[in-house]
């Protein structure tokens, strides 16, 4: 009996997407976190009367035929890349991006890596970096005896030093976009690296030719809606359940038939 079979396949779908879920829920506080999406296909089918087959030897056709599904597997999980809501934080070295574009940061490894995270602070020797130390690229550096740091929608940094009353202009943020946002590989720690499927970067001027603009003293939030995300979550047990009711009654009808006598 292929029920059986076929529902377990429904019972792995729905778990991986009930694991989907709760990984977009448990970073609902994380900055510039992207919410995911799991996405199924069809399995093959088993074709017991093929359709478009002759019915007869006058030529009729068979219009429908009869097909009987395997079951379903993960096609893939996408992350949705849409604008999270900016939170004011009143914090200068926070900050956003409005629009497409991420920053660009140096791993220890040498390799770049991309984030939506824009909350940054000052290094021992003055360069702007990340929660986890890795450097804002291009360098930026801030002197030590600056009072103010100013950054424009473009992405100009411009600090004001003690006994001064005119800005100097330091150092200049540039975003880096992609042709496929989906297809970046997430490293975690509000990371990502470029595949052949994202294509390569492309560096830019924020609010320049296409690239979102910058926003000082704010920071994108997660994108995941607390109701979506409970309904789907309702849904996706819901539709568990009945896939285990269905392996439930194949195992009591296969059982009828064992007890014929």
Do not use: C, H, W
Request: hydrophobic share 40%; no cysteine; glycine share 10%.
């Amino acid at each position: 009996m292929q029920s059986l079979s076929i529902a377990a396949t429904g019972m792995m779908a729905q778990q991986l997407n009930v694991e989907v879920i709760s990984n977009n829920i448990a970073n609902m506080s994380t900055s510039g976190f992207k919410r995911q999406r799991a996405e199924f296909q069809d399995l093959l089918y088993q074709n017991l009367r093929r359709v478009g087959t002759n019915s007869s030897d006058a030529g009729t056709i068979v219009p429908a035929g009869v097909q009987v599904g395997l079951g379903v597997k993960t096609a893939a999980v996408n992350r949705i890349m849409t604008q999270g809501n900016l939170d004011n934080t009143e914090n200068k070295l926070d900050i956003a991006i409005q629009g497409r574009g991420y920053f660009r940061v140096e791993l220890p490894s040498g390799e770049d890596a991309y984030t939506r995270a824009g909350s940054f602070q000052i290094s021992a020797d003055g360069q702007l970096v990340t929660a986890d130390g890795y450097t804002l690229a291009p360098g930026i550096n801030i002197p030590p005896e600056a009072i103010d740091v100013t950054i424009s929608r473009d992405g100009q940094v411009q600090v004001t030093l003690q006994g001064e009353t005119a800005s100097q202009v330091v150092g200049q943020i540039e975003l880096a976009t992609f042709a496929n946002d989906a297809g970046l590989d997430p490293l975690g720690n509000n990371l990502f690296t470029e595949t052949t499927a994202s294509g390569a970067p492309t560096i830019g001027t924020p609010a320049n030719d296409g690239v979102g603009s910058v926003l000082q003293g704010f920071l994108e939030t997660s994108n995941v809606n607390a109701v979506s995300e409970i309904t789907t979550l309702i849904t996706a047990q819901r539709a568990y359940e009945m896939n285990a009711k269905v392996i439930t009654a194949s195992d009591e009808m296969m059982s009828v038939t064992t007890n014929i006598k």
